[in-house]
């Protein structure tokens, strides 16, 4: 049986600007952190002569037309696995449509498997540009690529968007002891909302691509503020970053009136009144995880919990998609 892992993901600085519509006209800058919850694959052959697939829902099919995931019949076409007497099953520590880029985990995870069950190795930039190709090219989703190429590099990365379409990725340059206090003062909180994001990601694309004067200024506005996290995190100076990140928050918003909505923002308000520096919603917007940067996180964490928000704690992932067994 073969095993993979791919790790969810936060975004600290520049999210949005990784969407094609934006980096071919301007370049994109953001910074990434990979962190300890993951989706998991398992694929394995079986004693049917057809493909068995489990995830949110079962399949049993006979061909690979047949198959309704759009992302396991693209990811089965493109390393050239049939559909036979195989199995293929997959669970994630959180669930999708919360914000953490487990679409993009997901079809790293999935490359990685395939791969391996073909007795190849890929190396990580070849399978971010593999689940990109399929998500946003062959399936057309309009989403960025920060989600693909952070599960597969995995830890706290830098990544600029060139307008020919090629990515550079780098290290964010933080001592042990930033990273370990970044660790310490970042709080992840659940809204109790799952939203999809292809639906506030295409207005922001709609726009981007139509030259809307608005979206492009807030998505130069957010790049900056990408380039500035990076500058106060490699200082040290998590007070600054948390600033930032109340900043980009109240950007974020601007791009779509689907982003935030009157309960989120009192959580917000009250975590502000409670401790955090700043904070933002993981993702696209609209749901999943509020994502703050707490003085005193023990005071945040009990007024966020007195309002009925669960905190999800996490250290950073260094492994990117990795083989778990094989």
């Known amino acids: 049986m073969i095993i993979t892992r791919s790790p969810l993901r936060i975004s600290l600085g520049g999210g949005g600007t990784d969407l094609p519509s934006y980096y071919r006209e301007h370049g994109g800058f953001l910074i990434a952190g990979a962190i300890d919850k993951y989706v998991y694959l398992t694929v394995h052959k079986s004693f049917t002569p057809d493909l068995i ?29 049939g559909p036979k007497y195989l199995e293929i099953s997959s669970m994630a520590d959180i669930p999708a449509g919360t914000g953490l880029g487990s679409s993009g985990s997901f079809t790293t995870a999935l490359l990685q498997a395939l791969h391996a069950y073909k007795k190849g190795i890929i190396h990580p930039r070849e399978l971010a540009e593999q689940a990109c190709a399929i998500e946003i090219e062959k399936l057309g989703e309009p989403i960025g690529k920060q989600d693909q190429y952070i599960a597969a590099f995995g830890g706290l990365t830098c990544f600029t968007f ?96 689907g982003m935030s909505n009157p309960r989120i923002d009192a959580w917000y308000d009250l975590a502000l009144q409670n401790g955090a520096v700043g904070g933002k919603l993981i993702g696209a917007g609209g749901g999943g995880f509020l994502l703050f940067l707490a003085e005193d996180r023990a005071r945040l964490r009990t007024a966020l919990h007195a309002a009925g928000m669960e905190e999800v704690r996490f250290r950073f992932d260094y492994q990117g998609t990795a083989m778990v067994s094989r």
């Open 53 to 81: 697939l489990k995830y949110s829902q079962t399949e049993r099919v006979d061909q690979l037309e047949e198959i309704k995931h759009p992302i396991v019949r693209e990811a089965m076409r493109m390393v050239g696995v």
């Open 162 to 257: 060139k307008p020919d379409g090629q990515v550079e990725a780098e290290p964010l340059r933080v001592s042990a002891e930033t990273q370990w206090n970044l660790e310490d003062h970042l709080g992840m909180y659940f809204t109790g909302y799952s939203r999809s994001a292809s639906a506030i990601l295409k207005e922001q694309d709609d726009k981007s691509r139509k030259k809307d004067a608005d979206m492009t200024a807030n998505l130069h506005f957010v790049k900056e503020l990408g380039l500035r996290s990076r500058q106060a995190l490699e200082s040290g100076d998590l007070q600054s970053f948390g600033r930032i990140m109340h900043e980009h928050w109240e950007h974020k918003k601007q791009r779509s009136g």
